[in-house]
C-alpha cells in the first residue's frame, strides 16, 4: 500500500470531489462577503452576524449556480474584472504622471484641481 499520487491525480481527484465546482467558489465568495460586511459594518457590527450573513449568501448564490449552472459567468465575470482593474491600473498611472507634468509646468490654474483630476482620470481611461 506503498503508492505515490502526483499532482495531476490529486487534482482529478478535488475534481471529481467538487472541490472546483462547489467548494472552491463558495469559499471566495464567503470570503469576499464576510470581508466587505466585516470591514464597512453594512449590516451589523458584530462579526458572528456577519459570517452567518456571509454563510447563508454565499450558501444561496452556490446553490442557484449549481441550479442554473453558472459557474462559466463566474469563471468569465472574473476574467473580465483582472482585465478591466489591471486597465484601471494603467489607466491611474497613465493620469498620475499626466497630472504630475501638468502641476509642475504651471498649466493648471488655483482652485481649479479637482476638475483637472477628474478630466485627466476620465480621458487617460478612455485613450487606455
Given amino acids: ?7 495531476t491525480e490529486g487534482v482529478s ?20 462577503l464576510f470581508g466587505i460586511l466585516d470591514q464597512y459594518k453594512i449590516i451589523s457590527k458584530r462579526r458572528e452576524v456577519n459570517a452567518v ?5 454565499s450558501s444561496f448564490v452556490l ?6 449552472k453558472v459557474e462559466w459567468f463566474f ?8 482585465i478591466a482593474l489591471i486597465i484601471l491600473l494603467f489607466s ?5 504622471f499626466v497630472y504630475r507634468g501638468m ?5 493648471i490654474p488655483e482652485g481649479s484641481e479637482r476638475g483637472w483630476v477628474a478630466a485627466i482620470v476620465f480621458g487617460s481611461v478612455l485613450i487606455i
Fill in 63 to 68: 446553490l442557484y449556480a449549481y441550479v442554473n
Fill in 92 to 96: 491611474l498611472t497613465f493620469a498620475v
Fill in 13 to 32: 481527484l478535488l475534481k471529481e470531489m467538487g472541490f472546483f465546482n462547489f467548494i472552491l467558489p463558495f469559499g471566495i465568495f464567503f470570503l469576499i
Fill in 75 to 82: 469563471a468569465l465575470f472574473y476574467t473580465k474584472m483582472s
Fill in 103 to 107: 502641476k509642475e509646468n504651471a498649466m
Fill in 53 to 57: 450573513l456571509s454563510f447563508l449568501i
Fill in 1 to 7: 500500500m506503498n503508492e505515490t499520487v502526483n499532482i
